[in-house]
């Protein structure tokens, strides 16, 4: 149907515009996108309504079909408590905007996102924090992207035990030109025994990992990287890091992960930013593509403020010879964990870190007939193997509860937080024995 202000649905200007690039339908440009994942129909959308009540009143049919129940979803996007004052902040019209800010319209979103890298550097013990990326997914791809520029390889090992949505982002946005090979899991549901040459760009980790163990074999792989000039790239989630031991200190040298759980709500799948961080080597900073705030002197001599540094390196300045394509920053979550991490401190981080350790544990035991892994540490998230995953998701919704995210036909992720009440959890394990009973 053509559209009278879209230029490009009238056919002849499609025709002409798809001739220019060289291929003869749309439908070429989502050639990446598998099968399984598109809709393959019009979208079942209403007639148009004729008055906006009656699409409030539309939407408002929508909402109420939601369900309250007790949720032990997780699996990347994590329900933490958000203090007010995050959701205040970010909502004041001066940071609320996705993007990064310029120098004439700034408003102080420059310090607020230097005071947020200077405190997310301290926590993760790195030198140098970008300003944050879209989310955790493309923070991992971006960091291997790095690894490959840097050691000028083009091939990475990545931990088998990583979920299925972010293994297939990274097969995208490495593609076509960075090769992935995958590592075993071993029975612990750590990373198993890996081997590696002098043709690897990095090995990839995480920790906690999807099944929310939490590595201790990081030094180990760290030797093994740098042993063959490859470099150690771990992906870590930055709540958990009051407790567990930054990834810098035993040897990554790029560290990456998503700061969903620094004061954003789940919000129907998020609130997400990636972050990306390293020590102050300049041939490493240099192959970041995203900004970088910092102190940086002014026009006046002597003077300084905060802002851009080391601006050369991004497509901002280099265009299309960037390293990447950058863009519009989840800068307003940037701001948004910066007053979180200022409200906790390093005590608030270290005790909300080990009541979530506890409360995993404590919800393990409670459902230790199923547990995996039970010999290994747990950070907020742990997997229980049952007779049919599917069947007891409906069981336990029928109950009025999420009982956690299914990974396989077998397998249930279960996440475990500092809002899960032992009650709460003495009712997930009651409500599973009843339902496999």
């Given at each position: 149907m053509t559209h009278p202000y879209i230029p490009n649905a009238e056919p002849g200007v499609r025709a002409e515009m798809l001739a220019a690039i060289g291929v003869e339908s749309v439908e070429e440009f989502y050639a990446d996108i598998p099968a399984e994942l598109r809709l393959g129909r019009p979208l079942d959308l209403p007639a148009p309504f004729v008055a906006e009540q009656d699409l409030i009143r539309h939407m408002d049919g929508l909402f109420g079909r939601n369900r309250q129940a007790l949720s032990f979803l997780g699996h990347g996007c994590y329900p933490h408590h958000v203090p007010a004052v995050c959701d205040e902040v970010n909502s004041r019209s001066e940071f609320l905007t996705a993007y990064?800010?310029?120098?004439?319209?700034?408003?102080?979103r420059f310090q607020a996102l230097f005071e947020y890298v200077s405190m997310m550097g301290e926590l993760l013990e790195m030198d140098v924090v970008n300003v944050p990326t879209y989310d955790g997914f493309q923070a991992s791809g971006t960091a291997l992207r790095m690894a490959a520029r840097y050691t000028k390889r083009n091939k990475v090992l990545i931990t088998g035990a990583i979920g299925a949505d972010k293994l297939s982002k990274l097969r995208d946005f490495l593609a076509p030109d960075i090769a992935i090979e995958l590592a075993?899991?071993?029975?612990?549901?750590?990373?198993?025994?890996v081997a590696i040459d002098g043709t690897y760009a990095a090995i990839y980790l995480e920790t906690p990992n999807v099944y929310g163990v939490v590595e201790t074999r990081g030094k180990e792989l760290a030797e093994l990287a740098h042993a063959h000039g490859a470099l150690l790239v771990v992906s870590a989630d930055p709540i958990s890091?009051?407790?567990?031991?930054?990834?810098?200190?035993?040897?990554?040298?790029?560290?990456?992960?998503?700061?969903?759980?620094?004061?954003?709500?789940?919000?129907?799948?998020?609130?997400?930013?990636?972050?990306?961080?390293?020590?102050?080597?300049?041939?490493?900073v240099a192959e970041?593509?995203?900004?970088?705030?910092?102190?940086?002197?002014?026009?006046?001599?002597?003077?300084?403020?905060?802002?851009?540094?080391?601006?050369?390196?991004?497509?901002?300045?280099?265009?299309?010879?960037?390293?990447?394509?950058?863009?519009?920053?989840?800068?307003?979550?940037?701001?948004?964990?910066?007053?979180?991490?200022?409200?906790?401190?390093?005590?608030?981080?270290?005790?909300?870190?080990?009541?979530?350790?506890?409360?995993?544990?404590?919800?393990?035991?409670?459902?230790?007939?199923?547990?995996?892994?039970?010999?290994?540490?747990?950070?907020?998230?742990?997997?229980?193997r049952v007779p049919d995953a599917q069947a007891l998701l409906d069981g336990l919704l029928a109950r009025d509860i999420f009982g956690g995210v299914r990974l396989d036909d077998t397998t249930v992720l279960v996440c475990v937080t500092e809002r899960h009440s032992i009650d709460d959890i003495d009712r997930l394990a009651a409500a599973v024995k009843e339902v496999l009973a």
């Open positions: 990064a800010g310029e120098p004439y319209e700034d408003h102080g075993p899991v071993g029975a612990d549901g750590e990373i198993g025994e890091l009051g407790v567990l031991a930054p990834p810098a200190a035993y040897g990554a040298d790029i560290v990456c992960g998503d700061i969903q759980s620094l004061g954003m709500h789940q919000s129907f799948g998020g609130g997400h930013a990636g972050f990306i961080a390293t020590q102050d080597h300049e041939p490493l970041f593509p995203s900004r970088l705030f910092g102190i940086a002197p002014t026009k006046v001599p002597g003077e300084y403020g905060f802002g851009d540094v080391y601006y050369d390196r991004t497509s901002f300045a280099l265009r299309e010879e960037g390293k990447e394509w950058v863009g519009t920053a989840a800068a307003l979550w940037g701001i948004t964990a910066g007053v979180y991490l200022a409200l906790m401190g390093p005590n608030g981080m270290r005790e909300l870190g080990e009541t979530v350790l506890a409360r995993t544990r404590y919800a393990m035991d409670a459902l230790a007939p199923y547990t995996l892994h039970t010999d290994a540490i747990h950070f907020r998230e742990f997997a229980i």
